[in-house]
């Protein structure tokens, strides 16, 4: 079974075209849910992330996250010791997800693929791409957020163009309809190299 790589900037539309490929019966697995759902549920995460951030961590046993987007937004180390913590999890269920999978191939949505040097899991990598001043747009009004945050995100993030040359394909989503179209042929040319 193949596994497909699907990354790209934030707001570019990643989930827009994950939810494209689950149409098609694609089955995607979103690694940020996951990831999520894990931080609440595991114990061992829970005791990691309270050892890393403070007690306020968490708040009524949920994930306290503006507490921890504030600690990690003053100092970037932060982030690389939460990503030590929840990313070997998130493998870990990775592979059990991938065992129960009956598919030619499935998509795993990694927001920060390439910056976690993880390209060499993938058979094919997809990147999607979208104008700055449209993702900016879209997280304004989708987020409780600020430009600056946006921007300060996208800084921490690979450039596109870096992105898009290492990737086997490009989806440029800025209009839904040829959004839906540049997945549909993705996914016929994928089928054709697992064939």
């Known amino acids: 079974m193949m596994i ?12 827009t075209v994950a939810k494209e490929f689950m149409k098609l019966g694609v089955p995607v697995y979103i690694a ?17 992330l309270i050892q890393l951030f403070g007690t306020n961590a968490y708040l009524d046993g949920k994930l306290n996250r503006p507490h921890i987007a504030n600690i990690i937004f003053n100092d970037k180390s932060y982030l690389k010791q939460m990503n030590a913590i929840v ?3 998130v493998a870990r269920h990775f592979e059990k997800w991938l065992l129960k999978q009956q598919s030619p191939y499935v998509i795993k949505e990694v927001a920060i693929l390439f910056e976690n040097g ?6 094919y990598i ?64 994928l089928l054709k190299n697992n064939a």
């Open 4 to 15: 497909v790589g699907l990354t790209g900037g934030i707001g570019t539309g990643k989930t």
């Open 126 to 189: 997809i990147t999607v791409t979208a104008p700055v001043e449209l993702r900016i747009e879209r997280l304004l009004k989708r987020n409780n957020t600020t430009k600056e945050k946006i921007k300060a995100i996208m800084k921490n993030q690979w450039p596109e163009e870096k992105k898009v040359e290492l990737s086997h394909f490009v989806i440029e989503n800025i209009d839904l309809q040829d959004t839906i179209n540049q997945v549909g042929v993705i996914h016929e040319k």
């Open 87 to 89: 990313h070997p999890k």
């Open 118 to 123: 993880i390209q060499e899991q993938f058979d």
């Open 32 to 48: 940020d849910d996951e990831a999520k759902k894990l931080m609440n549920r595991s114990k061992v995460i829970k005791r990691k």
